[in-house]
């Protein structure tokens, strides 16, 4: 085997993450923590609301062009100080590309979006 395909190899067996800036929500959807998954088998999301008063609401989408997504996980909310999780399950790993998007639980209430993602074999 040669050099060039066990390179091609290791990179696609290596572990893909996110972990954007901490982002102050808004009225309006955002996206967040996009992930390009192919060839991996798990992908994982955790979000914390580190805002001491505000909520923020979540979902998750997934996409196999990167043009056109849909809805994996329906819009949550995250109390304020409080955190949650999303795993794709084996159907949801079919899709190569996801993302989060976050917004203002209610009115001009902004949340702080704390945001860590990753895909792996």
Do not use: C
């Not at 190899?9 to 967040?32: G, R």
């Not at 849909?70 to 795993?87: D, Q």
């Amino acid at each position: 085997m040669s050099i060039p395909r066990i390179t091609q190899i290791f990179e696609t067996l290596a572990p893909v993450s996110v972990s954007p800036a901490n982002y102050t929500t808004t009225a309006s959807y955002v996206d967040l923590g996009k992930i390009d998954a192919e060839g991996k088998t798990r992908v994982v999301y955790t979000i914390l609301n580190a805002h001491a008063a505000n909520g923020i609401k979540w979902k998750v989408l997934g996409s196999v062009d990167d043009t056109t997504y849909v809805e994996l996980e329906a819009e949550a909310v995250v109390a304020a100080l409080a955190s949650s999780s999303w795993v794709a399950s084996a159907t949801e790993t079919s899709y190569r590309y996801f993302k989060v998007q976050t917004k203002d639980e209610g009115g001009a209430a902004h949340g702080t979006v704390q945001l860590r993602g990753y895909a792996k074999m």
